[in-house]
C-alpha cells in the first residue's frame, strides 16, 4: 500500500521524484517516456537538499529553457510551486511575468494545441503497460474535467498548449510508469497543505488555491490544510495524481513501513519542500466478528427453533436464546447471533423474515481462539472424528458429537464412555 504524505502540498514532478527515490525502476521510467515520442524536451533525475533532507529531484526540462520552467498559455495545466509574491500559473513556473516565449527553437511563437483525445491518442500508442496508461489517462481526465469547469466548457473542447501539453504528459505518464513498477493497487493520501496569496498568469492573477485545484478537491474531496506559506504548494497536476490513485480515505489503525521515498519540489519554503511516500503493510487484526441481539417474547419455541437451523445454514458461528424477563414481567428469549462481517446483513435479514422483532442490536466482538485442526481416529467400532484444540503446551480433544453417538449405539456402552474412548483414542496418536 502506498502512502502519500502531503504537507508540504503536492505536484506532478514531486510525485514522480518520490517514487522514484522509493524504488521505481528509472531504466523502466525512461523506457515509457521515449515510447511517447513527444519531443521537445529532456528529463533530468537528480537529488537536492531541503531543509538539511536529501531528496529525489525530477525535472521536465523543455527546449531553449535550461532553468526548467516553461510559460501558461490559454487552457492547460497549472502549476509548480512559484516565488513568493511572483507566479506564473503554470506546471512549472516561469522567472518572467507571463509574457509568451517560444520553444520550438526558432524564436516563433508556436501555438499549437492538443486536446484530451490528442493526449489520449499519445498515451495509447506508447510502450507502457495497460494498467499505467489507465492511471496516466484517468489522472488527465480529471485535470481535463477540472479545467473544463474552471473555463465553462465540456472536456472535449478543452485544450493544452503546446508547451504546457508536453512537461504535463510527461509528469503524468512518468507518475504512471512509476506506479506500475511499483506495483501500487491501494494508495491513500494525507490532507493536503496548502499555501496563499496569489499567482500571475495568462488569465490574469488568481487565488491560492487556483481554480483547477479547487476544482479537483471539490469532485474527488481531498482535504485541504491552509498554511501561512506565501506561494502555491498544490498544482492541478499534482491533485490530479492525489485522486486518480487514492483508494482508501484513511491509513490502517497500524502499519509497518517498508520503505520510504522523498521528492523535493523546486523552491524553498521555510518547511521542507518534499513529498514523502511509503510503502506500507497494514497490521493483520483480529477477525471481525459481531454479536446479533434482540429480545422475542411473542415467537413459538417451533420457530424459534426453526430460525435458529435457518441462521446456522446462513452461516452464523452461532446461536442461542437465553430466557429473560421483558417489561411487564413478560417471560421472553434473548436471541444472541455471533457471526463474521461478512454475513452481518443477511442473518438481521434472516431475523427480520423469521420473527416479530423490530429491532436488533449489534455490536463488535473480540474473541481469544484457541489453534484448532480436524482428526480422524481408529476405534473398534470405526471411524471418529475428533476436534484437536491447543494453546501453547495444552492441547484438548473433543469429539464429534455424531461420531460419538453412533460409537455408543453400534458398541452398547454409555454415550459418555463412547465420548472418552474416542478421546483417549486421539490422545494415543
Same mark, same amino acid.
Given at each position: 500500500?502506498l502512502y502519500?504524505?502531503?504537507?508540504?502540498g503536492?505536484?506532478?514532478?514531486?510525485?514522480?521524484a518520490?517514487?522514484?527515490?522509493?524504488?521505481a525502476?528509472r531504466?523502466?521510467?525512461?523506457?515509457?517516456?521515449a515510447?511517447l515520442k513527444?519531443? /521537445?524536451?529532456?528529463v533530468r533525475? $537528480?537529488?537536492r @537538499?531541503?531543509?538539511?533532507? *536529501?531528496a529525489? !529531484?525530477f525535472?521536465?526540462?523543455? &527546449?531553449?529553457?535550461e532553468?526548467?520552467?516553461?510559460?501558461?498559455?490559454v487552457?492547460?495545466?497549472? /502549476?509548480e510551486h512559484?516565488?513568493? $509574491?511572483?507566479? @506564473?500559473?503554470g506546471?512549472? *513556473?516561469?522567472? !518572467?511575468?507571463g509574457?509568451?516565449? &517560444?520553444?520550438?527553437?526558432?524564436?516563433?511563437h508556436?501555438?499549437?494545441?492538443?486536446?484530451?483525445?490528442?493526449?489520449?491518442?499519445i498515451?495509447?500508442?506508447?510502450?507502457?503497460?495497460?494498467?499505467?496508461?489507465?492511471?496516466?489517462?484517468?489522472?488527465?481526465?480529471?485535470?481535463?474535467?477540472?479545467?473544463g469547469?474552471v473555463?465553462?466548457k465540456?472536456?472535449?473542447?478543452?485544450?493544452?498548449?503546446e508547451?504546457g501539453?508536453?512537461?504535463?504528459i510527461?509528469?503524468?505518464?512518468?507518475?504512471?510508469?512509476?506506479?506500475?513498477?511499483?506495483?501500487?493497487t491501494?494508495?491513500?493520501?494525507?490532507?493536503?497543505?496548502?499555501?496563499?496569496?496569489?499567482?500571475?498568469?495568462?488569465?490574469?492573477?488568481?487565488?491560492?488555491?487556483?481554480?483547477?485545484?479547487?476544482?479537483?478537491?471539490?469532485r474527488?474531496?481531498?482535504?485541504?490544510?491552509?498554511t501561512d506559506?506565501?506561494?502555491?504548494?498544490?498544482?492541478?497536476?499534482?491533485?490530479?495524481?492525489?485522486?486518480?490513485?487514492?483508494?482508501?480515505?484513511?491509513?490502517?489503525s497500524s502499519?509497518?513501513?517498508?520503505?520510504t521515498?522523498?521528492?523535493?519540489?523546486?523552491k524553498?519554503?521555510?518547511?521542507?519542500?518534499?513529498?514523502?511516500?511509503?510503502?506500507i503493510?497494514?497490521k493483520?487484526?483480529?477477525?471481525?466478528m459481531?454479536m446479533?441481539?434482540?429480545?422475542?417474547d411473542?415467537?413459538?419455541?417451533?420457530?424459534?427453533?426453526?430460525v435458529m437451523?435457518?441462521?446456522?445454514r446462513?452461516?452464523?458461528r452461532d446461536?442461542c436464546?437465553?430466557?429473560?424477563?421483558?417489561?411487564?414481567?413478560r417471560?421472553?428469549?434473548?436471541?444472541?447471533?455471533?457471526?463474521?462481517?461478512?454475513?452481518?446483513?443477511?442473518?438481521?435479514?434472516?431475523?427480520?423474515?423469521?420473527?416479530t422483532?423490530?429491532?436488533?442490536?449489534?455490536?463488535?466482538?473480540?474473541?481469544?481462539?484457541?489453534?484448532?485442526?480436524?482428526?480422524?481416529?481408529?476405534?473398534?467400532?470405526?471411524?471418529?472424528?475428533?476436534?484437536?484444540?491447543?494453546?501453547?503446551?495444552?492441547?484438548?480433544?473433543y469429539?464429534?458429537y455424531?461420531?460419538?453417538?453412533?460409537?455408543?449405539d453400534?458398541s452398547?456402552?454409555?454415550?459418555?464412555e463412547?465420548?472418552?474412548?474416542?478421546?483417549?483414542?486421539?490422545?494415543?496418536?
Amino acid at each position: 500500500m502506498l502512502y502519500l504524505e502531503c504537507y508540504s502540498g503536492i505536484s506532478g514532478d514531486m510525485a514522480v521524484a518520490a517514487l522514484l527515490d522509493l524504488g521505481a525502476s528509472r531504466e523502466k521510467l525512461e523506457q515509457g517516456l521515449a515510447s511517447l515520442k513527444v519531443d /521537445g524536451y529532456e528529463v533530468r533525475i $537528480g537529488r537536492r @537538499i531541503k531543509c538539511g533532507i *536529501d531528496a529525489c !529531484s525530477f525535472d521536465v526540462i523543455l &527546449s531553449g529553457k535550461e532553468d526548467g520552467h516553461s510559460h501558461d498559455y490559454v487552457e492547460h495545466i497549472h /502549476g509548480e510551486h512559484g516565488h513568493e $509574491g511572483e507566479h @506564473i500559473h503554470g506546471e512549472h *513556473d516561469s522567472h !518572467s511575468h507571463g509574457e509568451e516565449h &517560444s520553444h520550438d527553437g526558432h524564436g516563433a511563437h508556436a501555438h499549437v494545441h492538443r486536446n484530451l483525445e490528442e493526449i489520449a491518442g499519445i498515451i495509447n500508442g506508447s510502450d507502457m503497460t495497460e494498467r499505467a496508461k489507465k492511471t496516466a489517462l484517468r489522472i488527465f481526465q480529471i485535470v481535463a474535467e477540472a479545467e473544463g469547469k474552471v473555463h465553462g466548457k465540456p472536456v472535449e473542447e478543452v485544450h493544452f498548449h503546446e508547451v504546457g501539453a508536453v512537461d504535463s504528459i510527461v509528469d503524468i505518464a512518468a507518475a504512471a510508469i512509476c506506479l506500475d513498477d511499483l506495483d501500487i493497487t491501494e494508495a491513500v493520501v494525507s490532507e493536503v497543505s496548502e499555501g496563499n496569496g496569489h499567482v500571475h498568469c495568462q488569465h490574469g492573477i488568481l487565488p491560492v488555491p487556483v481554480p483547477a485545484v479547487t476544482a479537483i478537491a471539490e469532485r474527488y474531496g481531498l482535504f485541504l490544510r491552509p498554511t501561512d506559506t506565501r506561494g502555491e504548494m498544490v498544482t492541478p497536476t499534482g491533485a490530479a495524481i492525489a485522486s486518480g490513485i487514492r483508494t482508501r480515505e484513511e491509513l490502517p489503525s497500524s502499519y509497518r513501513i517498508v520503505k520510504t521515498g522523498m521528492g523535493a519540489g523546486k523552491k524553498d519554503f521555510a518547511k521542507a519542500n518534499i513529498l514523502r511516500a511509503y510503502l506500507i503493510e497494514e497490521k493483520e487484526q483480529p477477525e471481525a466478528m459481531w454479536m446479533l441481539e434482540t429480545n422475542i417474547d411473542d415467537v413459538t419455541g417451533e420457530a424459534l427453533g426453526y430460525v435458529m437451523e435457518k441462521l446456522f445454514r446462513a452461516g452464523a458461528r452461532d446461536v442461542c436464546y437465553v430466557p429473560v424477563f421483558m417489561k411487564k414481567n413478560r417471560p421472553a428469549y434473548l436471541m444472541k447471533v455471533v457471526c463474521d462481517e461478512k454475513d452481518r446483513e443477511p442473518l438481521e435479514e434472516l431475523i427480520f423474515l423469521h420473527t416479530t422483532t423490530i429491532g436488533i442490536r449489534r455490536y463488535r466482538l473480540e474473541r481469544t481462539v484457541l489453534s484448532r485442526k480436524l482428526l480422524t481416529v481408529e476405534t473398534p467400532y470405526g471411524r471418529a472424528r475428533v476436534k484437536q484444540v491447543s494453546r501453547g503446551e495444552m492441547t484438548f480433544y473433543y469429539p464429534e458429537y455424531e461420531d460419538a453417538a453412533r460409537y455408543a449405539d453400534v458398541s452398547g456402552i454409555s454415550f459418555q464412555e463412547a465420548y472418552e474412548e474416542i478421546r483417549r483414542a486421539a490422545g494415543c496418536l
